[in-house]
């Protein structure tokens, strides 16, 4: 990701600015296709790049119908959504005020399938529940005791910049944790817990 791409924007005293974009590698390829035709359909750019649907979408949206200020592309017609029958060609009226423009991507989450986000959801669920347990068990080691309320508070203080933990899973953590014996509860308070060293 991170390619360059030239282009000529608008005049400026007769003389056309240049422009350098950055852009990723499927919108440089998508960019390139411009090099010997003056419009491209959808369906054209699918069949010659062949790269998922998704992801030729995800690449278009940004330079065809994304901010005005980054708009390299026209597309025909001029809707939101983006279409195998739709045509597009170089923004003749581009300009910008920068040398160097960079597109901004479409956020992954518009292309992502349900099944994918439920994946990555696990996948970030999981990434948690270690930190989660880490954080208990740093602050148990330094503490050495500590009631489930006092525990609980200090975890989604610590880690609150970064996510909001619930108590439920704070909880499930620090039974985690019990099990596998990191820690224990007090044998005259069960809302004591006491570090195992």
Known sequence: DGAAV???GGSE???AKKHILCVNTYQMVLL????TREKVTYEEMRVEILIPDRELTRSLQPLSVGKSSQRILVKTPKTKEIEASHTFAVNEAFTSAFHRVKIQQASARLGEAEPERNETRKKVDEDRKHEIEACIVRIMKSRKQLNHNQLVTEVVEQ???RFQPSPLVIKKRIEGLIER???KRSDHDRKLYVYLA
């Open 181 to 183: 014996e990191y820690m």
């Open 32 to 35: 390139l296709m411009f090099n």
């Open 6 to 8: 030239g282009t000529r």
């Open 13 to 15: 005293g007769g003389k």
């Open 159 to 161: 880690l609150n910049k």
